[in-house]
T-cell receptor
């Protein structure tokens, strides 16, 4: 089955800095790669996603890049704000169930 | 749109009793619904996948007789934890997908289950 590795497990940045979280996946058949933000006690919220036929996608301060050859994808958050502090999960899917990474605790210091 | 609700948001039950959790897609019809379990400071683990009108598909290691899933309509799925034990205490989260399965799962707010 699919295996998703996520790094780092914790990330601390100053407000205004950029944050980068990286994930690798094992199943070359995976074709959908979403990123979720989860705040304490709440369900995950989809923040951005990318399909395997696209190399990069951007939505305001958030961008995701995908390297199918290397089987890794990354989340980039620019101009971080304290409200970006949360746990971020990457996931990979092939027309079905999502396999999640271990999560990254992002802390943005004012 | 694409709002998913869960009820209850939290529940406390005694060991040996059963608890039912509802998951509803409020503004779309969900072809597929998923149930996840999340322990503190851990990632989400898929428990089962359900399609309306058919039996759920359980992940390896998940007891289907203990975690009963019913997907009665395109907007409602229920998870019943039968004969609950303290080790079943966890955060249970559902998600729903419209259109092609595997794309754009929308998650509910989760249900905190505590078994005493």
């Amino acid at each position: 089955g699919e295996n998703v590795e996520q790094h780092p497990s914790t990330l601390s940045v100053q407000e205004g800095d950029s944050a980068v979280i990286k994930c690798t996946y094992s199943d070359s058949a995976s074709n959908y790669f979403p990123w979720y933000k989860q705040e304490l006690g709440k369900g995950p919220q989809l923040i951005i996603d990318i399909r395997s036929n696209v190399g990069e996608k951007k939505d305001q301060r958030i961008a995701v890049t995908l390297n199918k050859t290397a089987k890794h994808f990354s989340l980039h958050i620019t101009e971080t704000q304290p409200e970006d502090s949360a746990v971020y999960f990457c996931a990979a899917s092939f027309y079905g169930k999502l396999t999640f990474g271990q999560g990254t605790i992002l802390t943005v210091h004012p | 749109g694409a709002v998913v609700s869960q009820h209850p948001s939290w529940v406390i039950c005694k060991s040996g009793t059963s608890v039912k959790i509802e998951c509803r897609s409020l503004d779309f019809q969900a072809t597929t619904m998923f149930w996840y379990r999340q322990f503190p400071k851990q990632s989400l683990m898929l428990m089962a996948t359900s399609n309306e009108g058919s039996k759920a598909t359980y992940e390896q290691g998940v007891e289907k007789d203990k975690f009963l899933i019913n997907h009665a309509s395109l907007t409602l799925s229920t998870l019943t934890v039968t004969s609950a034990h303290p080790e079943d205490s966890s955060f249970y989260i559902c998600s729903a997908s419209k259109g092609l399965p595997g794309f754009e799962q929308y998650f509910g707010p989760g249900t905190r289950l505590t078994v005493t």
